[in-house]
């Protein structure tokens, strides 16, 4: 059974910019959480959806922002980008409460 | 909001000591997810608690959570190696019906080196 699979793996944007990663769970999860780690912040929650809804979100600005589509595959989307949202950004998928998340290999953004 | 303290940060161990890391919540935990990371790559899951007092066992490593669901261990039992990463403890908050969110939060990880 494939993995969590995110794209592209590596990205180099220009402030100002915006970016669209993409995140295609493990067949069958229908939740999807979206994480950003950097050396300073270590792993902060972005946001969850299940079934095309957004369940949860974390604290950071309106220009973070995603989606989630009927086969449950999950994009994030940023706008503006800033030299500061340099970082690798983890997708998780899920069956639902009380199972495990399974995490992709990640996108590793760089903001010049 | 929930935080997560991890100790210690980092970790050098020789080739075939035990270790422990610890993981304390300053709330009571719905669940408590271990994850080995490998520096720049994805999370890997290691092993899931959700009920106090529970154990649970998967080759050399081993977890526990404590019976107020507070706090947890990770054990490694004569180390190699391919131990060697970054460990992750998450937690998942309790919501009013006995399930988690989606949400993690995360503590800021102990950075075990194993030498041959």
């Known amino acids: 059974k494939a993995g969590v699979t995110q794209t592209p793996r590596y990205l180099i944007k220009t402030r100002g910019q915006q970016v669209t990663l993409s995140c295609s769970p493990i067949?069958?999860?229908?939740?999807v959480s979206w994480y950003q780690q950097t050396p300073g912040q270590g792993l902060q929650f972005l946001f969850e959806?299940?079934?095309?809804?957004?369940?949860n979100k974390g604290n950071f600005p309106g220009r973070f922002s995603g989606r989630q589509f009927s086969n449950s595959r999950s994009e994030m989307n940023v706008s503006t980008l800033e030299l500061g949202d340099s970082a690798l950004y983890l997708c998780?998928?899920?069956?639902?409460?009380?199972?495990?998340?399974?995490f992709g290999s990640g996108t590793r953004l760089t903001v010049v | 909001s929930q935080e997560l303290e991890q100790s210690p940060q980092s970790l050098i161990v020789q080739e075939g000591k035990n270790l422990t890391i610890n993981c304390t919540s300053s709330?009571?935990?719905?669940?408590l997810y271990w994850y080995k990371q490998k520096y720049g790559e994805g999370l890997i899951f290691l092993m899931m608690?959700?009920?106090?007092?529970e154990e649970k066992s998967h080759e050399k490593i081993t977890a526990k959570l404590d019976e107020k669901k507070q706090q947890s261990s990770l054990h490694i039992t004569a180390s190699q190696p391919s131990h060697a990463g970054i460990y992750l403890c998450?937690?998942?908050?309790?919501?009013?019906?006995?399930?988690?969110?989606?949400?993690?939060?995360f503590g800021q990880g102990t950075i075990l080196t194993v030498h041959p």
């Open positions: 998780a998928s899920r069956q639902e409460a009380n199972y495990g998340y399974t």
């Open positions: 067949s069958g999860h229908r939740s």
């Open positions: 959806y299940f079934s095309e809804t957004q369940r």
């Open positions: 709330k009571t935990l719905y669940g």
């Open positions: 608690l959700q009920k106090g007092g």
């Open positions: 998450g937690a998942a908050p309790l919501r009013a019906g006995g399930t988690s969110y989606g949400k993690l939060t």
